[in-house]
Antibody, heavy 120, light 108 residues
């Protein structure tokens, strides 16, 4: 069974930083790309970032480019999202999701999400 | 960036009826990289349709996907009570990837 467990969410002040993590199990982690998707309260899904199985290719939404960094540690089956210069509009539930392929593809498994609140 | 526009925003139907949900892209999307998800309140999204028309594991055959280029459709042939939820289309072929704004399927 694929399992994705996010952690690290919480309350942070505007301009602050936070790192969320996602520990994966139940599949060969290094052969699948991983994505982060967020959902602001009462809103729809917004794709945030993705990286390939090796971590060599990374992708970002324009709204987070230059502020967020995605990375992975294949020895720990974990993907990270480092979020800097946080803004109120970054407040959302952050989901990690497993990609069906090594580079591209649909999101075939999702974690339960971790809530990030940016507020003073 | 490819913009995905879903219609209608809300669809009110009764159990047993047929639902047709639309997703239009601002530029052509390869069918291989168009997916549909279902999300219920308080839950993570769930993959329904992969590659434009392939049902994900465990998805009932009343769900079907079709379309190509810029126009894609999700059809639910006979609505069951558990199908009332929000549905999103997603293009995952050209970065930055994107989601439609969602269609809420509600009980009439």
């Amino acid at each position: 069974d694929v399992k994705l467990l996010e952690s690290g969410g919480g309350l942070v002040q505007p301009g602050g930083s936070l790192r969320v993590s996602c520990e994966a199990s139940g599949f060969t982690f290094r052969t699948h790309a991983m994505n982060w998707v967020r959902q602001a309260p009462g809103k729809g899904l917004e794709w945030v970032s993705g990286l390939s199985g090796s971590g060599g290719m990374t992708y970002y939404a324009d709204s987070v480019k230059g502020r967020f960094t995605i990375s992975r540690d294949n020895s720990k089956n974990t993907v990270y999202l480092q979020m800097n210069s946080l803004r109120a509009e970054d407040t959302a539930v952050y989901y990690c999701a497993k990609v069906s392929g090594n580079y591209f593809g649909s999101l075939d498994s999702w974690g339960q999400g971790t809530l990030v609140t940016v507020s003073s | 960036e490819i913009l995905l526009t879903q219609s209608p925003g809300t669809l009110s139907l009764s159990p047993g009826e047929r639902a047709t949900l639309s997703c239009r892209a601002s530029q052509s999307v390869k069918s291989d990289y168009l997916a549909w998800y279902q999300q219920k309140p308080g839950q993570a999204p769930r993959l329904l349709i992969d590659g434009g028309y392939s049902r994900a594991a465990g998805i009932p055959d009343r769900f079907s996907g079709s379309g190509s280029g810029t126009d894609f459709t999700l059809t639910v042939s006979r609505l069951e009570p558990e199908d009332f939820a929000v549905y999103y289309c997603h293009q995952c072929g050209i970065s930055p990837y994107s989601f439609g704004q969602g269609t809420r399927l509600e009980i009439k």
